[in-house]
């Protein structure tokens, strides 16, 4: 692995080495806290993970973390789960989301753009009255702390108002991309119980206007410990009946109101994709977010108050969560609500270029939708402020950093990323002082102790293995919503390697402390004993111009056989003739490996996904080996449920 990229792509200059945040960070946590002073990011890791404790009081110091109490020691239990982190202290989320009113009053805090694709900005100043205003209102209404308050709402202002008020309060925010129907936001919302439900009454994606009216109707009545529904007018009609208006709530001038609440209490619930059962309801508290986004988003992506943070996501997608912590490091975040390719592949550069975006994050798929659409982005728009482009979602093929490197920028610091919705963060990508290779991660983040393992639980280097994580992070879930004896979250992570986190990826630590990510470990390849992540196959294949999409399935035959197919959906005009078969057969056997060429090749209409846009993998496996519909997959997981009935179909025929 280590000898098949002997050049970095991308290294950073001495210049940018020096001023990164990271850097000076070492040099503080050296004189103060004995961190090495020399050894560069390798041993600063080293020590975060050997000494745990004090990197993450450092952490808190450096990033002057105001403690309303203070705590007694950094890490009580270190077991996992179970840890318990910060004990005796008592903080507010929200305070330090808008510590940078104080200074910054009339900058922006967020820049809003919608399809016209025109900022319009709002002040921090303006951001903080407006949570003053509606946090007093949520205590009127008799929101508590600890009580779940619920939004269905776009990528909009009002959302993050709406997150920051909360946490104010000290209750528990959960939200919903609009998008999403009604039986997939009861799945989730009916699990937490909302007492107050922020809805709009549509949105416009694609050019076009999605009223949503009958569904928040449908929520309305479908949840019956809802106190209040607040009505935003996206398109501009009335609020319903017995619905509060949003202007009416955030139109006070009042300063807000903190609630100190403990380290470990609950500031959101995150849903797992949930194609199979009920979304696991994830809850991770407000001490234990605050310190690893500031670690993630301060040392690691490198952002200050002179920043434009922008990521393209949905609030279904915990990089919504991820996006909305920039706050915490004075940065200006970036809020687009509206189809990622419209009115062309081009758009999100475009807003880039608009905002003044220094750091851009995107899908892996994005990438790769505009390398095949032939979009030229350092061309066609000004990135001259873009100085990293993020990706995640899925592994970003090598093509996608040569064409990162040769149509963005030769001097871009390329950071695919990887980590879950489990802890809402990363477990490795951007290291800003580090060399970028292509296909690679550059490191594990600071106090994540990140290795491969075999089945015996032995690690690997420059070898696939299991994805594990063998000491705490503060973001780990405090719990699972609706799991009372915890055996939910102990069988998601647990259950394989007892008191180590295993998160169900495949991964390659390299010998340069790098990391490549291979896909999901549950839908792995596994033929004749050599294993390979689905990713893999997606990168080669997709390359060929009439691959639009592609979907592989390994499956174990009750004769002890393995039948492995590759769905492909193809481009417009393509047909998938002998000469096409071959090409991707003969691509497959070269590129990657011969024993992973598909038994058999199936033109499909399409490919499923998950509401937040990951393949869906394993439920098609199930159906394809006879499961029934409704129980291989929780249809309201599923973007296109349609296209799941083909290879139900498929199944059947085959037997």
């Known amino acids: 692995m280590s000898t098949a990229n002997p050049s970095p792509l991308w290294q950073p200059s001495p210049e940018r080495i020096a001023q990164a945040q990271i850097t000076k960070f070492q040099a503080w946590a050296a004189e103060h806290h004995g961190a090495p002073s020399h050894g560069g990011y390798a041993a600063l890791h080293r020590w975060s993970v050997d000494e745990l404790d004090t990197f993450w009081k450092a952490v808190t110091e450096w990033f002057d973390v105001g403690f309303s109490t203070p705590y007694a020691r950094v890490l009580g239990d270190r077991s996992m789960p179970g840890a318990e982190w910060f004990p005796g202290a008592t903080l507010n989320y929200a305070e330090h989301a808008l510590r940078a009113a104080g200074t910054r009053a009339d900058e922006p805090a967020l ?61 528990v925010w959960t939200s919903c991309a609009p998008d999403f129907g009604a039986r997939s936001v009861l799945d989730r919302f009916q699990q937490v119980e909302p007492v107050v439900l922020f809805t709009v009454d549509g949105y416009r994606y694609g050019g076009k206007e999605h009223d949503r ?212 963060s990363c477990f490795a990508g951007a290291v800003p002082t580090l060399p970028v290779y292509i296909g690679e991660l550059q490191a594990a983040g600071l106090g994540t102790d990140l290795q491969s393992w075999d089945p015996s639980g032995k690690p690997l280097i420059d070898e696939v293995g299991e994805l594990v994580v063998t000491n705490p992070m503060p973001s780990m879930p405090i719990r699972f919503w609706n799991d009372p004896d915890g055996s939910r979250y102990h069988g998601s992570y647990f259950d394989t390697y007892p008191g180590v986190w295993r998160h169900g990826d495949w991964i390659t630590v390299t010998s340069r402390d790098s990391a490549v990510i291979h896909g999901r470990s549950d839908s792995t390849l596994n033929r004749q004993g050599v294993r390979m992540g689905s990713a893999d196959i997606y990168e080669a294949v997709e390359r060929l111009p009439e691959i639009k999409e592609s979907l592989v399935i390994g499956i ?67 159906l394809l080996q006879g499961t029934p519909l409704d129980k291989a997959v929780n249809v309201g997981s599923v973007d296109n449920v349609e296209l799941l009935r083909f290879y139900e179909d498929l199944a059947r025929k085959r037997g």
């Open 213 to 424: 009216r009958d569904v928040v109707a449908e929520l309305r009545g479908e949840l019956p410990t809802l106190r209040a529904v607040v009505h935003i007018p996206l398109l501009g009609t009335e609020a319903p009946e017995g619905a509060l208006d949003w202007s009416t709530l955030t139109s006070a001038d009042v300063e807000p109101v903190f609630e100190p609440v403990p380290f470990d209490h609950p500031l959101w619930v995150l849903y797992s994709s949930g194609t199979t059962g009920l979304p696991k309801a994830i809850v991770q508290s407000q001490g234990g977010i605050l310190v690893e986004h500031l670690k993630q988003l301060g040392l690691h992506c490198d952002l200050s108050t002179e920043d434009r943070f922008f990521w393209y996501t949905s609030t279904g997608w915990m990089m919504w969560n991820f996006l909305v912590s920039g706050l915490l490091t004075g940065t200006t975040i970036v809020l687009y609500d509206g189809s990622p390719g419209y009115p062309d592949t081009g758009a999100q550069w475009r807003i880039a270029e608009r905002t003044g975006a220094t750091l851009f994050g995107t899908s892996a798929a994005y990438v790769m939708a505009c390398r095949k659409a032939e979009v030229h982005p350092a061309r066609d728009f000004d990135l001259t402020r873009v100085r990293c482009v993020a990706t995640t979602g899925s592994p970003l093929p090598p093509d996608g950093f040569r064409w990162l490197h040769d149509e963005v920028g030769e001097d871009l610091w390329i950071a695919s990323v990887s980590g879950g919705t489990d802890v809402c």
């Open 111 to 171: 820049l809003y753009v919608d399809e016209t694709h025109e900022p319009t900005p709002v002040s921090w100043s303006e951001l903080r009255r407006q949570v003053g205003s509606l946090a007093a209102e949520l205590r009127a209404l008799g929101v508590h702390p600890g009580d779940r308050v619920s939004g269905y709402l776009p990528n909009v202002p009002q959302a993050v108002v709406a997150l920051l008020a909360t946490a104010a309060v000290g209750a």
């Open 556 to 622: 174990e035959q009750p004769d002890g056989g393995y039948w492995m197919p590759l769905f492909v959906q193809l481009a417009p005009g393509a047909a998938l003739d002998e000469a096409l078969l071959n090409r991707i057969k003969q691509t497959i056997r070269e590129q990657l490996s011969p024993r992973h060429v598909p038994d058999e090749v199936i033109e499909v209409p399409g490919v499923p996904h998950t509401l937040t846009g990951k393949r869906i993998e394993v439920p098609v496996k199930r």
